[in-house]
């Protein structure tokens, strides 16, 4: 593909003569340039890719790309932009043939709920007949195939060549998990969005945001489109505040949903049952009656969303009732650990304040005798989260074990410190551990009949990130070992 062509979209700055270069490839990473690529220079957290343009050059690069000028005595083709990673988005989509053009993308964004309402989605799309491809936190699935994802958003010329593989495998719709840094990076720019969701907005991510407004911010630019049209489709949360504003801006159609006020769709009535969650809910059109598989009064807000997608889409009541209760439980997700021990044991992924709290506030409609929780934070993220989840594991648990999630180049016990800052009771309901390994067997040694345990903050990660390597963990399997242990078996 020409040059010229790859950037039809992007303005330079610097119009150099560039027009009839031929460009084999792209990339972002030097590492990966090949012969005859173009190599978009893009600044991320860490590092900045202008670093490394005279490795990409020897490694074959045709053109450099840049928010920079060409440093002095640069002789190949330099094109300049004011935004790189808008116009690495744009190039990569003229690459890849604009794939988002040939199916329905659907977008969901929040803080929390996004991986559950993906899944029902897909899993209505499926009963409906229609192929479909997946982009979530815990991985990227398509009709021939699934690989454990990097980041819950891809990098956008990784997000590009997804998208195109999914074309190839003839997918009618993508469901996709939007994250705010996605949307900030610029990662999701010019993918056109049929559908766009939000399911909340709590205190998260405010290491890189900042700010609670300035996350918003980040979320909102779902709704107002992504360098292309906006969506055509917004699905908002009214029981979120959050909700409100974006129902002011969104451009085109307005589907609302809530579990306890007026909302286009609405649930009527709701039982939570061992099995699962059994749902009345009103839309537009129909009453239906529904039992889903997933725990966890969340997932009432779950299912709303993925209701009123599909029924935007025109899928019928009783493939949206199919697809619902064909959903398995997400991995991680409010994770049922059935060893035939006398006590429940659950392990989620909420690694926030408000998912901790509804977490806990679902378990406790089990009516344990004791409830149990285990969690930590994880290291180089939102400081001011940690405090604060010691607050509410005190107010709902009877007893915390704080261990480390992620710790990656903080100091675990200063880590655990800040936690235990948060802690207010005496005497104390709560244990330090920093090694999460013993911490689940300890968690699990003490646990009586009739009680619950809840090990929280990684969900499905099968790995914990430590200063100096990334190890092979998951809360899953501890557990079952530590059950084992103890004399239980599946």
């Known amino acids: 593909m020409q040059l010229s062509q790859l950037l039809q979209d992007v303005a330079p700055i610097s119009d150099a003569s560039f027009r009839n270069v031929e460009i084999h490839g792209l990339a972002y990473d030097s590492r990966k340039v090949g012969s005859g690529y173009l190599f978009v220079a893009i600044k991320g957290e860490k590092t900045d890719g202008n670093f490394f343009t005279a490795q990409a050059m020897e490694r074959g690069a045709a053109a450099i790309l840049s928010e920079n000028s060409a440093p002095a005595g640069f002789s190949g083709c330099w094109i300049q932009v004011g935004n790189a990673r808008q116009a690495l988005a744009k190039a990569a989509a003229s690459f890849y043939q604009n794939p988002t053009r040939a199916f329905e993308l659907i977008g969901i964004t929040g803080t929390n709920g996004k991986t ?171 009453i239906l009656e529904i039992q889903t598989r997933l725990m966890g009064r969340p997932n009432l807000s779950n299912t709303l969303a993925a209701v009123a997608v599909a029924w935007d889409l025109g899928i019928e009541p009783a493939a949206i009732q199919r697809g619902i209760e064909s959903c398995a439980p997400i991995p991680g997700r409010f994770e049922w650990i059935d060893c035939g021990q006398p006590f429940h044991v659950f392990v989620d992924y909420a690694h926030t304040p408000d998912a901790l709290e509804k977490l806990l506030l679902t378990t406790r ?109 998951d809360d899953r399997e501890e557990v079952r070992q530590a059950l084992g242990e103890l004399g239980f078996s599946s």
């Open 116 to 286: 559950s309402t993906a899944y029902l989605i897909e899993s209505i799309l499926r009963a409906a007949g229609a192929r479909v491809g997946v982009i979530s936190t815990i991985e990227y699935r398509g009709p021939e195939g699934k690989r454990a994802a990097e980041r819950t958003t891809p990098e956008s010329l990784d997000l590009q060549a997804l998208f195109a593989k999914f074309v190839e495998q003839r997918c009618r719709f993508i469901v996709m998990e939007v994250s705010s840094h996605a949307l900030d990076m610029e990662r999701a720019h010019f993918c056109q969005f049929r559908t766009a969701v939000f399911t909340n907005l709590t205190q998260d991510h405010l290491d890189y945001h900042h700010t609670l407004e300035n996350y918003f911010l980040a979320k909102q630019r779902l709704f107002l489109g992504t360098g292309l049209k906006p969506p055509a489709q917004s699905v908002i949360n009214r029981d979120d505040p959050y909700g409100a504003s974006l129902e002011l801006i969104c451009a085109g159609r307005c589907l609302t949903y809530s579990t306890a006020m007026s909302a286009d769709f609405q649930i009527l009535d709701s039982r939570l049952e061992k099995a699962g969650l059994w749902v009345r809910l009103r839309t537009p059109e129909a």
């Open 365 to 473: 409609e089990l009516r344990p005798k004791r409830l149990l929780v285990l969690f930590g934070c994880g290291g180089e993220r939102d400081r001011a989260k940690r405090p604060a989840m010691a607050r509410i594991a005190e107010s709902l648990a009877d007893f915390c074990w704080i261990t480390s999630d992620n710790p990656r180049n903080e100091d675990p016990m200063q880590i655990l410190a800040e936690i235990e800052s948060g802690f207010q009771a005496r005497p104390v309901r709560y244990q330090l551990e920093p090694d999460r390994r013993t911490a689940i067997r300890e968690a699990l040694r003490q646990a009586q009949p009739g009680d619950a345990v809840v090990i929280a903050g990684k969900g499905h990660e099968t790995y914990q990130v430590r200063a100096d390597r990334t190890v092979h963990f």
